[in-house]
Structures are given as C-alpha cells and as structure tokens.
C-alpha cells in the first residue's frame, strides 16, 4: 500500500470554460461529494483540501540572502492548482483509476498523480526519521 | 484561525542546487523546521512527493479521461511537497514560511488558504456530510 497525492491542476482554458459553463455551485457540491464519498465508503481517502485562488497567495522566495514574500500567485495558470486528495491505494494503477473517476470536465482540466513516499523508505536509524515517525504515530497518520 | 497550505516549487536551478546536498543534512534542517512548527501546535500536515518524473497525469479535455505517465508540465510547474498549517492569519503562515529551511535560486515556497467551513453553505447537506468526514478521518 502507498500513499497518492492527485493534484487538480486547471489551465485558463479550463477556467474559462468553467466560468462559461455557469455550473451551479450546489450541484458541484454535491458531485465532489458523491466522489469524496465512494473514495471514503471504499476506504482509499486519507485527506483532501481545496484552495483558495491563487491571485490571493503569496510566494516567498528564497534566492538571496533573505526570503523575500510577494503577493500574487506562483507562476502562469498552468503552474497552478486549486485543490488535491491523498489516498492510501495498493499501486499507481488504482491511484489512476480513482482519478479517471473525479468529477473534472473540459478543455485544459487534469489531474497530475504522484506518489507519497512513507516513512518507511527513509533510514530508520536517523534521529530525525525517528521523531517524524513519532509525529505520524500520535496524530494517527501511522 | 486558518489553514494555509505552503508548496514547494523549484525551478531547474533550484532542483540541481538540491541534488547536490547531503541526504542526510537536508533531513535534519527539515526534521528541526517540523520540529518547531509542532512545539507551536501549527502544524497539521506535511508530505514529500516522489519525484515528478515517476508521476501521471489524468487529462479530463475529452469524453473519457486520458492517462499519461511521466510529470505535469515542465519543472517550473511542478512542485514537490507541502505543509499544511492552522495558523491564526496569513501573516503568521508566511512567518513560518520564510523560516523553511529553503534556499538558493529557484526554490519557493507558494503560500494558499485552504477553504473552511466558513467558505461554505452550513446548511447543505454535503457540506454537513464532509464535516463528519472530516470528523472521523481526524483532517478537521
């Protein structure tokens, strides 16, 4: 079993089809629900979280000597994202297969799928591996 | 009090400057900056990704969605891990931002509030049916 982070990512395309299309706000409410729910019901949901637009963000960079902070969001539209999942499926494959069934429609819409690696993957003996586990273990992660 | 997710994004300059690290350096200046956001009851959630190359991407453009291995776009559009914080405002988010153990040409970090419940309609029944998710997967 892994853990599959599937990231919403929407070029302008998409955006403006999506404002075009003037869907209305509770039917899109209840379609994430509907998805959100067989992904519970299936046991495969470890967390998702929508974001807020991008254009109310902030990057901070940290190339000089100093991070500096900027308002404004990272990039052009198609480096965005709005939103994700984190599932806890077998392989990619079933990751793949979960995303092909979100709820996304049109031109420009994509899901990008990667993988989580776990703490298991990092050197046991590492103090700080250690502590992270322990972190994961008291929340419930692990 | 908010959620803001902070993502890391790197540029190409940014991901050869990383290769050149010590594995094990990078995982003690990151474990001390979790470290410091759990002593302050801020952090909720934090992930690395496996590498970009190893990815896929789901293009839902036509009837029946598309599936391609391989990463999103190009470096600058990719990003390789996040936090997650319950932070009293975006000013504090973009403190703890700017203490990541983060540096040289390239690297960022994008700061984005993620919605709550005050973003949406208590009354439908979806909504409700999320804060109990919510609830029982312990990610309220």
Excluded: C
Aim: hydrophobic residues 40%; proline residues 5%; without cysteine.
């Amino acid at each position: 079993m892994a853990k599959y982070m599937l990231i919403m990512r929407a070029s302008d395309e998409a955006q403006e089809a999506f404002a075009e299309a003037g869907i209305d706000f509770d039917e899109m409410l209840a379609t994430m629900g509907r998805f959100n729910e067989e992904m519970i019901t299936a046991g495969v949901l470890v967390a998702a979280e929508g974001l807020e637009e991008p254009e109310k963000g902030v990057v901070v960079d940290y190339s000089g000597d100093e991070p500096v902070a900027t308002d404004g969001p990272y990039g052009e539209t198609k480096e965005l994202f709005n939103g994700f999942w984190v599932l806890d499926v077998p392989t990619m494959d079933d990751a793949v297969a979960w995303a092909r069934r979100a709820p996304l429609a049109g031109p420009g819409m994509k899901a990008e799928i990667r993988r989580i690696p776990g703490i298991d993957e990092f050197p046991q003996d590492n103090e700080w591996v250690r502590r992270e586990r322990a972190w994961r273990e008291r929340t419930g992660q692990l | 009090m908010g959620k803001y997710m902070l993502i890391m994004r790197a540029s190409d300059e940014g991901r050869a400057a990383y290769e050149e690290m010590d594995f094990t350096e990078v995982i003690a200046a990151m474990g001390r900056y979790n470290e410091q956001m759990m002593d302050a009851g801020v952090l909720t959630a934090g992930e690395g990704l496996a590498d970009a190359a190893e990815g896929a991407v789901v293009d839902f453009s036509t009837d029946t969605p598309v599936v391609t291995d391989g990463p999103y776009g190009e470096t600058k559009e990719l990003f390789n891990g996040f936090w997650i914080l319950d932070v009293a405002s975006q000013a504090e988010a973009i403190e703890w931002a700017k203490r990541a153990p983060l540096s040289g040409p390239g690297t960022k970090l994008e700061v984005r509030r993620v919605h709550g419940d005050e973003d949406f309609p208590a009354d439908n029944e979806w909504i409700q049916k999320e804060k109990q998710w919510r609830q029982e997967l312990g990610t309220e």
